[in-house]
Protein backbone atom coordinates (compact mmCIF):
# COMPACT_ATOMS: atom_id res chain seq x y z
CA UNK A 1 0.00 0.00 0.00
CA UNK A 2 0.94 3.52 -0.81
CA UNK A 3 0.70 7.35 0.36
CA UNK A 4 0.30 10.24 -1.92
CA UNK A 5 1.60 13.16 -0.32
CA UNK A 6 0.23 16.54 -1.96
CA UNK A 7 2.40 19.29 -2.17
CA UNK A 8 1.40 23.16 -2.68
CA UNK A 9 4.97 24.80 -3.74
CA UNK A 10 6.65 27.37 -5.77
CA UNK A 11 7.87 25.53 -9.11
CA UNK A 12 11.30 26.75 -8.41
CA UNK A 13 11.16 23.98 -5.51
CA UNK A 14 10.56 21.56 -7.43
CA UNK A 15 14.07 20.31 -8.02
CA UNK A 16 15.27 21.00 -4.33
CA UNK A 17 12.32 19.08 -2.88
CA UNK A 18 12.59 16.26 -5.45
CA UNK A 19 15.80 16.19 -4.04
CA UNK A 20 15.86 16.00 -0.47
CA UNK A 21 12.62 14.04 -0.33
CA UNK A 22 14.31 11.72 -2.29
CA UNK A 23 17.01 11.07 -0.16
CA UNK A 24 14.71 11.14 2.65
CA UNK A 25 13.71 7.92 1.22
CA UNK A 26 10.39 9.04 -1.47
CA UNK A 27 10.04 6.68 -4.03
CA UNK A 28 8.82 8.60 -6.86
CA UNK A 29 7.53 12.22 -7.90
CA UNK A 30 5.93 13.85 -10.23
CA UNK A 31 5.07 17.84 -11.21
CA UNK A 32 1.08 19.10 -10.98
CA UNK A 33 0.00 22.75 -11.58
CA UNK A 34 -0.04 23.41 -7.73
CA UNK A 35 3.27 21.54 -7.06
CA UNK A 36 4.08 17.97 -6.57
CA UNK A 37 2.84 14.75 -5.56
CA UNK A 38 5.21 12.23 -4.24
CA UNK A 39 4.62 8.70 -3.67
CA UNK A 40 6.16 6.49 -0.12
CA UNK A 41 5.45 3.48 1.40
CA UNK A 42 2.15 3.83 3.72
CA UNK A 43 3.85 1.52 6.56
CA UNK A 44 6.51 4.21 7.09
CA UNK A 45 3.89 7.28 7.15
CA UNK A 46 5.23 8.42 10.29
CA UNK A 47 8.58 8.75 9.10
CA UNK A 48 7.78 10.76 5.35
CA UNK A 49 5.49 13.25 7.60
CA UNK A 50 8.84 13.96 10.20
CA UNK A 51 10.70 14.74 6.78
CA UNK A 52 8.00 16.97 4.87
CA UNK A 53 7.35 18.98 8.35
CA UNK A 54 11.05 19.61 8.43
CA UNK A 55 11.23 20.58 4.60
CA UNK A 56 7.70 22.59 4.93
CA UNK A 57 9.67 24.81 7.56
CA UNK A 58 12.57 25.40 5.32
CA UNK A 59 10.94 26.14 2.19
CA UNK A 60 7.12 27.13 2.76
CA UNK A 61 4.76 24.39 1.55
CA UNK A 62 1.71 22.76 2.68
CA UNK A 63 1.04 19.56 1.88
CA UNK A 64 -1.62 16.88 2.64
CA UNK A 65 -1.53 12.76 2.68
CA UNK A 66 -4.02 9.72 1.08
CA UNK A 67 -3.89 6.49 1.29
CA UNK A 68 -4.05 5.01 -2.34
CA UNK A 69 -6.20 2.68 -3.98
CA UNK A 70 -4.71 -1.03 -4.81
CA UNK A 71 -3.59 -0.61 -8.82
CA UNK A 72 -1.73 -1.80 -10.97
CA UNK A 73 1.65 0.44 -10.55
CA UNK A 74 3.33 -0.36 -13.75
CA UNK A 75 0.79 0.96 -16.13
CA UNK A 76 0.52 3.41 -13.47
CA UNK A 77 4.41 4.38 -14.04
CA UNK A 78 4.34 4.16 -17.49
CA UNK A 79 1.63 6.21 -17.83
CA UNK A 80 3.17 9.00 -16.92
CA UNK A 81 5.73 8.46 -19.72
CA UNK A 82 4.68 8.63 -23.32
CA UNK A 83 7.11 8.78 -26.08
CA UNK A 84 8.60 12.54 -27.27
CA UNK A 85 9.02 13.28 -30.51
CA UNK A 86 11.59 16.19 -31.59
CA UNK A 87 10.15 17.21 -34.84
CA UNK A 88 10.68 14.60 -37.69
CA UNK A 89 14.40 13.90 -36.55
CA UNK A 90 14.15 12.14 -32.77
CA UNK A 91 11.88 9.82 -30.85
CA UNK A 92 12.56 9.38 -27.62
CA UNK A 93 10.95 6.55 -25.41
CA UNK A 94 11.24 4.58 -22.43
CA UNK A 95 11.93 0.57 -22.74
CA UNK A 96 8.64 -0.47 -22.34
CA UNK A 97 7.29 1.40 -25.72
CA UNK A 98 7.64 -0.06 -29.05
CA UNK A 99 10.07 1.15 -31.47
CA UNK A 100 9.04 3.92 -34.07
CA UNK A 101 11.35 3.63 -37.25
CA UNK A 102 10.34 6.25 -38.98
CA UNK A 103 12.56 8.58 -37.11
CA UNK A 104 16.32 8.15 -37.64
CA UNK A 105 17.92 8.63 -34.19
CA UNK A 106 15.69 6.94 -31.54
CA UNK A 107 17.03 7.27 -27.54
CA UNK A 108 15.57 4.55 -24.99
CA UNK A 109 15.29 6.68 -21.81
CA UNK A 110 13.76 4.85 -18.89
CA UNK A 111 13.45 7.25 -15.94
CA UNK A 112 13.53 6.33 -12.17
CA UNK A 113 11.47 9.21 -11.36
CA UNK A 114 8.31 11.25 -12.34
CA UNK A 115 8.60 14.49 -13.75
CA UNK A 116 5.71 15.48 -15.36
CA UNK A 117 4.87 17.98 -18.18
CA UNK A 118 7.44 20.99 -17.74
CA UNK A 119 10.01 17.98 -18.17
CA UNK A 120 8.59 16.91 -21.63
CA UNK A 121 8.38 20.75 -22.51
CA UNK A 122 11.59 21.66 -21.97
CA UNK A 123 13.19 18.23 -22.96
CA UNK A 124 11.73 19.15 -26.62
CA UNK A 125 13.20 22.71 -26.22
CA UNK A 126 17.05 21.50 -25.62
CA UNK A 127 17.22 18.36 -28.19
CA UNK A 128 15.77 20.76 -30.73
CA UNK A 129 18.85 23.37 -30.06
CA UNK A 130 21.26 20.49 -30.02
CA UNK A 131 20.53 19.93 -33.20
CA UNK A 132 21.16 23.10 -34.43
CA UNK A 133 24.51 22.95 -32.69
CA UNK A 134 27.78 21.37 -34.12
CA UNK A 135 28.96 19.06 -31.40
CA UNK A 136 31.19 16.99 -33.22
CA UNK A 137 34.38 16.56 -31.35
CA UNK A 138 32.97 19.36 -28.94
CA UNK A 139 33.64 18.77 -24.98
CA UNK A 140 30.27 19.27 -23.36
CA UNK A 141 28.89 18.66 -19.73
CA UNK A 142 25.17 18.11 -18.96
CA UNK A 143 24.38 19.92 -15.63
CA UNK A 144 21.60 18.67 -13.87
CA UNK A 145 21.72 15.39 -16.12
CA UNK A 146 18.35 13.37 -14.79
CA UNK A 147 17.63 10.99 -16.75
CA UNK A 148 20.80 11.76 -19.00
CA UNK A 149 18.75 12.20 -22.16
CA UNK A 150 20.40 15.56 -22.93
CA UNK A 151 24.50 13.53 -22.69
CA UNK A 152 23.51 10.86 -24.78
CA UNK A 153 21.82 12.87 -27.53
CA UNK A 154 25.27 15.14 -27.31
CA UNK A 155 27.45 12.23 -28.03
CA UNK A 156 25.01 10.95 -30.81
CA UNK A 157 25.33 14.22 -32.44
CA UNK A 158 29.08 13.33 -32.18
CA UNK A 159 30.86 15.11 -29.08
CA UNK A 160 33.32 12.86 -27.50
CA UNK A 161 34.11 14.17 -24.59
CA UNK A 162 31.47 14.52 -22.06
CA UNK A 163 30.65 14.81 -17.84
CA UNK A 164 27.52 14.59 -16.94
CA UNK A 165 26.52 15.80 -13.14
CA UNK A 166 23.22 15.62 -10.72
CA UNK A 167 22.71 16.29 -7.19
CA UNK A 168 20.31 13.44 -6.97
CA UNK A 169 21.64 9.97 -6.67
CA UNK A 170 18.80 8.47 -8.37
CA UNK A 171 19.18 10.95 -11.39
CA UNK A 172 23.20 10.20 -11.53
CA UNK A 173 22.54 6.31 -11.23
CA UNK A 174 20.31 6.71 -14.01
CA UNK A 175 22.38 8.56 -15.99
CA UNK A 176 24.64 5.80 -16.16
CA UNK A 177 22.09 3.31 -17.05
CA UNK A 178 20.88 4.79 -20.16
CA UNK A 179 23.92 5.85 -21.11
CA UNK A 180 24.89 2.32 -21.73
CA UNK A 181 21.41 0.88 -22.89
CA UNK A 182 22.63 3.41 -25.84
CA UNK A 183 25.78 2.58 -26.31
CA UNK A 184 27.39 5.48 -25.11
CA UNK A 185 30.20 6.08 -23.19
CA UNK A 186 30.54 9.51 -20.89
CA UNK A 187 33.71 10.64 -20.16
CA UNK A 188 32.23 11.22 -15.91
CA UNK A 189 29.34 10.75 -14.57
CA UNK A 190 29.51 12.70 -10.79
CA UNK A 191 27.31 12.65 -8.18
CA UNK A 192 27.04 16.03 -6.62
CA UNK A 193 27.26 19.70 -7.57
CA UNK A 194 29.15 21.93 -10.81
CA UNK A 195 32.07 22.21 -7.69
CA UNK A 196 32.43 18.97 -7.62
CA UNK A 197 32.84 18.16 -11.38
CA UNK A 198 36.98 18.19 -11.72
CA UNK A 199 38.56 20.87 -12.90
CA UNK A 200 40.29 20.34 -16.52
CA UNK A 201 39.35 22.13 -20.32
CA UNK A 202 37.17 24.52 -20.03
CA UNK A 203 33.22 23.01 -22.31
CA UNK A 204 32.67 23.82 -25.78
CA UNK A 205 28.97 23.24 -24.42
CA UNK A 206 26.93 23.85 -21.62
CA UNK A 207 23.58 21.61 -21.15
CA UNK A 208 21.95 23.34 -18.20
CA UNK A 209 17.99 22.31 -18.01
CA UNK A 210 17.74 23.21 -14.66
CA UNK A 211 15.63 25.54 -12.52
CA UNK A 212 15.88 29.10 -11.86
CA UNK A 213 17.40 29.30 -8.49
CA UNK A 214 20.27 27.00 -9.09
CA UNK A 215 20.82 28.75 -12.57
CA UNK A 216 21.36 31.75 -10.84
CA UNK A 217 23.35 30.46 -7.75
CA UNK A 218 25.74 28.92 -10.30
CA UNK A 219 25.84 30.91 -13.35
CA UNK A 220 28.93 32.62 -12.57
CA UNK A 221 31.02 29.42 -12.04
CA UNK A 222 29.23 28.23 -15.40
CA UNK A 223 31.04 31.05 -16.80
CA UNK A 224 34.12 30.12 -15.72
CA UNK A 225 33.65 26.41 -16.61
CA UNK A 226 33.20 27.92 -20.44
CA UNK A 227 35.41 27.64 -23.37
CA UNK A 228 35.43 30.87 -25.15
CA UNK A 229 32.73 31.37 -27.81
CA UNK A 230 31.73 28.92 -26.21
CA UNK A 231 27.47 28.03 -25.43
CA UNK A 232 25.55 27.31 -23.15
CA UNK A 233 21.58 25.96 -23.46
CA UNK A 234 19.73 27.25 -20.31
CA UNK A 235 16.19 25.81 -20.07
CA UNK A 236 13.57 24.67 -16.84
CA UNK A 237 12.67 28.65 -16.51
CA UNK A 238 9.29 29.61 -16.46
CA UNK A 239 8.18 32.23 -18.39
CA UNK A 240 7.42 34.69 -15.50
CA UNK A 241 11.15 34.78 -14.60
CA UNK A 242 12.41 35.33 -18.05
CA UNK A 243 13.51 38.87 -17.70
CA UNK A 244 15.15 38.25 -14.67
CA UNK A 245 17.34 35.54 -15.86
CA UNK A 246 18.24 37.31 -19.25
CA UNK A 247 19.41 40.01 -17.10
CA UNK A 248 21.53 38.44 -14.27
CA UNK A 249 23.07 36.35 -17.06
CA UNK A 250 23.98 38.78 -19.20
CA UNK A 251 25.72 41.08 -16.36
CA UNK A 252 27.89 38.35 -16.01
CA UNK A 253 29.11 38.34 -18.97
CA UNK A 254 27.19 36.28 -21.35
CA UNK A 255 26.08 36.97 -24.59
CA UNK A 256 22.21 36.19 -25.28
CA UNK A 257 21.36 34.69 -29.00
CA UNK A 258 18.30 33.14 -28.59
CA UNK A 259 15.32 32.21 -27.04
CA UNK A 260 12.70 29.46 -27.35
CA UNK A 261 9.32 29.08 -26.14
CA UNK A 262 7.12 26.18 -25.15
CA UNK A 263 4.01 26.44 -22.80
CA UNK A 264 5.18 28.26 -19.71
CA UNK A 265 8.34 27.39 -20.42
CA UNK A 266 11.57 29.04 -22.09
CA UNK A 267 15.04 28.08 -23.01
CA UNK A 268 18.07 30.62 -23.44
CA UNK A 269 20.92 30.23 -25.82
CA UNK A 270 23.92 31.86 -24.67
CA UNK A 271 27.70 32.29 -25.61
CA UNK A 272 30.81 33.63 -24.29
CA UNK A 273 32.72 35.97 -26.22
Known amino acids: MYNQYTLTNSPDLHAILVALLGQAGFDSFQETDAGLLAFAPAAQHEKWVAALDEYAEQFSFSYTSSTLEQRNWNEEWESQFPPLEV ?45 ELDLKGKRVLDYGSGTGVLAILAAKLGATDIDAVDIEQPSAENTAENATRNGVELSRVVLGELKDVPAGLPYDIVLANINRNVILATARALYGRLAPEGTVLFSGILEKDEQLLLESLSAIGFQHRDTRKREDWRAFVFTKN
Open 87 to 131: GDRLFIRADFHDSNPAFPLELVITPKMAFGTGHHATTYMMCQLLF
